[in-house]
């Protein structure tokens, strides 16, 4: 019997990654890897492709509202353009080691984290998969490495000291000199985003276009779908849609907030993203909300094939139910709460929650809808 997600292996298609991967052994490739900022990175390097006339094609985790997929009454754009040069810039995604089909002439790390445990089950593998993708660079290409991430670092000097490596690593940073020509024209809040224009702009002076062309470029990037994407008002209220669904996202995610409206009363409505994570970053995440003055928790929204079941609520032997029971929602929820000065809610119901924020949010409020899973439907609804 073959299984059917073996299917299609056995009749010789290939995977997405690999098909993909054929793909950047013919065109000049620059992929973006990272644990968070591929996506807003991606964005932002092929509008600088794009506007210094290099026409990419590219593909991306997002959607971006300059590419148009011309699909009717689509106002969201798409995540692929279909360019007509050499040029091909994909954001390269390390769940289940795909990325290690990619064989790119620049790769952008722009992070390396605690993330997608659930395949890796460990930080060390995680950083062993990113050096190989590091490794995958064609001869005479380029690595573009945050020198602020001690992960990324420590794997960059131990790949420079390599006879075997060859190629050309440049770095970026936030004590770089371009830092504040980027904070002064970037329109996207928080200095995760300004660590990815960044990691663009170098890119973008590796394939020679001139600095000032790429800040003109950069400070008119407003944005992809998801990431801190303006989606209209309640009650006077701004309401963003945001992705992250990672501590370390959060986290950046709210500061970034906090700066870009100070004296704002912050809500944060987080829906986390599999059981999974939630247990095993679970203090990581009751860490994460210092910048928010209130903070929503949901139930958390299940990934079809990738939870594994004894982090569900489907338990059934003594050891599972107690599991479960002690990494939930509304666990974190007090965890936060027996740290934070400020108001933490537990809401299980989604239907509860428009509502809620309907009754108690004020002209003057910032509410940030944030998680990776379908939360960006209740936006729809208090819109």
């Not at 013919?26 to 506007?51: M, R």
């Not at 991306?60 to 969201?76: L, R, Y």
Request: aromatic residues 10%; positive net charge.
């Amino acid at each position: 019997m073959v299984k059917p997600n073996r299917i299609g292996e056995d009749r010789g298609v290939k995977r997405y990654s690999e098909a993909v991967g054929e793909l950047t052994k013919k065109y000049y490739t620059i992929a973006v890897a990272g644990a968070h900022g591929k996506s807003t990175t991606t964005a932002i390097l092929a509008k600088i492709l794009i506007d210094a006339g290099l026409d990419p094609t590219v593909i991306i985790g997002t959607k971006v509202k300059e590419f148009d997929n011309h699909a009717p009454n689509n106002t969201e754009g798409s995540n692929f353009k279909k360019g007509d040069s050499k040029y091909f810039i994909i954001e390269a995604d390390e769940y289940a080691a795909s990325f290690l089909d990619y064989k790119p002439d620049i790769a952008i790390i722009t992070n390396i984290d605690k993330e997608h445990l659930d395949f890796y089950k460990n930080e060390d593998r995680v950083r062993n998969a990113f050096k190989k993708f590091m490794l995958n660079v064609k001869p005479g290409g380029f690595l573009v490495l945050n020198n602020d991430n001690k992960n990324v670092l420590k794997l960059g000097l131990e790949l420079a000291k390599l006879k075997r490596f060859q190629n050309k690593i440049k770095w970026f940073s936030l004590r770089n000199k371009a830092v504040e020509n980027i904070k002064n024209i970037l329109q996207i809040p928080g200095a995760h985003n300004i660590s990815n224009a960044l990691a663009a702009l170098r890119a973008g002076e590796i394939l020679n276009i001139p600095q000032n062309d790429i800040l003109k470029s950069v400070s008119g990037y407003g944005g992809a779908w998801r990431r801190f994407e303006y989606r209209g008002s309640i009650n006077g209220a701004k309401i963003f849609d945001d992705y992250a669904h990672h501590p370390t996202e959060i986290k950046a995610t709210l500061l970034g907030a906090r700066g870009h409206f100070p004296h704002s009363r912050i809500w944060c409505v987080f829906q986390p993203h599999q059981h999974q994570r939630l247990s095993l970053l679970f203090n990581e995440f009751a860490l994460s909300f210092d910048s928010a003055n209130e903070v929503i928790l949901l139930e958390p929204y299940e990934v079809s094939g990738r939870e594994n079941m004894r982090f569900a609520h489907r338990g059934h032997t003594r050891t599972e139910r107690e599991h479960t029971q002690k990494f939930t929602s509304f666990n974190l929820a007090k965890k936060i709460d027996s740290r934070m000065k400020n108001n933490v809610y537990y809401i299980p119901y989604k239907s509860e929650l428009v509502g809620f924020l309907k009754k108690y949010t004020a002209w003057g409020d910032v509410i940030i809808m944030m998680g990776a899973g379908d939360i960006w439907r209740i936006t729809k609804e208090l819109i």
